[in-house]
């Protein structure tokens, strides 16, 4: 019967978060008791773990949970896993408006909802509506959330009709085609991932299609990949203006931000 230390000196992938998942015992622990002895049922699930760690598939999809912004998330291979990176948009939103005001905000592709359902949470007075082309997306983002968020299935806009928001925010995928960083990435759904030879197929239609659906002098708000924020600076001008760029914690162009020229709005 092997001991905990005995997983631990055998040093595989995230073997100490995987030992407090499957033994359901903090991490602290862990360590303390390093000679506790692991029963044959917890062996079996263990080395299941140990194995799907070592052939990349990430550790959020064994927890079946990932933190981003203050709250937990369920995620599931149908659902991006949240990243810190995108934890920006949520920060840039919450102060764009007066937290008192009524606000209309829509999250177009909310994968497991962490974009609306972090806003949600800390804007109790703002109204939060969320879309995913994915149901399966949409079902997990549905159990993650105790506020009041309208979930609607389809593709971008399709799913609001001639509904307008105050903010539109959105982290689209974005990543080309043929990008090679693509083989990191495999256990997650390529629907959240890639968009056309350049990665900009889906965030050329959102950016044509949001005037349609933005109040007067309303947002929309974009995360991008690190190399895009130009081409999508030029797209946005012709209907967007007060066109202001984010950097994310790596020092890398994440995201940005326009405001709908009052003409177009009106
Ligand atoms: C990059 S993921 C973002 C997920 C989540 N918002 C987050 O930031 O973790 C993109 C999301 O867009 C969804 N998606 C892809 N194409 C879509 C479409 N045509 N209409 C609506 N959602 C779409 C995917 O299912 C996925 O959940």
Redesign the pocket.
């Known amino acids: 019967m092997n001991t905990v230390n005995d997983y631990l000196k055998k040093g595989s992938t995230d073997i100490i978060p995987i030992l407090s998942l499957v033994l359901e015992r903090s991490v602290a622990s862990i360590i303390s008791s390093s000679d506790y002895r692991v029963s044959k049922k917890e062996a079996v699930k263990l080395n299941e773990m140990i194995a799907k760690r070592e052939r990349g598939v990430p550790f959020a999809y064994l927890s079946q949970q990932k933190g981003?912004y203050h709250l937990d998330f369920k995620v599931s291979e149908?659902?991006?896993?949240?990243?810190p990176e995108?934890e920006l948009?949520v920060d840039i939103a919450i102060d764009l408006f007066d937290e008192n005001d009524d606000r209309d905000i829509l999250?177009?592709?909310?994968?497991?909802?962490?974009?609306?359902i972090s806003i949600a949470d800390k804007r109790a007075n703002w109204k939060l509506t969320a879309?995913?082309?994915?149901v399966e997306?949409l079902n997990v983002a549905k159990q993650n959330t105790k506020s009041d968020i309208s979930f609607l299935h389809?593709?971008?806009f399709?799913?609001v009709e001639n509904k307008k928001f105050d903010l539109v925010v959105?982290?689209?995928?974005?990543v080309a085609d043929d990008d090679p960083h693509l083989k990191d990435l495999e256990f997650e759904?390529i629907?959240?991932?890639t968009?056309g030879r350049d990665g900009l197929d889906?965030i050329k239609?959102i950016i044509i299609n949001s005037p349609n659906h933005i109040k007067e002098d309303g947002y929309l708000l974009l995360?991008h990949g690190y190399n895009q924020q130009e081409e999508i600076t030029k797209l946005l001008s012709k209907d967007f203006h007060n066109i202001t760029k984010f950097k994310d914690y790596n020092n890398l162009d994440r995201a940005i931000l326009a405001q709908l020229k009052s003409e177009v709005g009106l």
């Open positions: 981003f149908a659902t991006l896993i949240p990243r995108t948009l999250d177009l592709g909310t994968g497991s909802g962490a974009i609306a879309t995913d082309l994915s997306a389809g593709s971008w399709d799913t959105c982290n689209p995928p974005y759904p629907l959240a991932l968009s889906d239609s995360e």
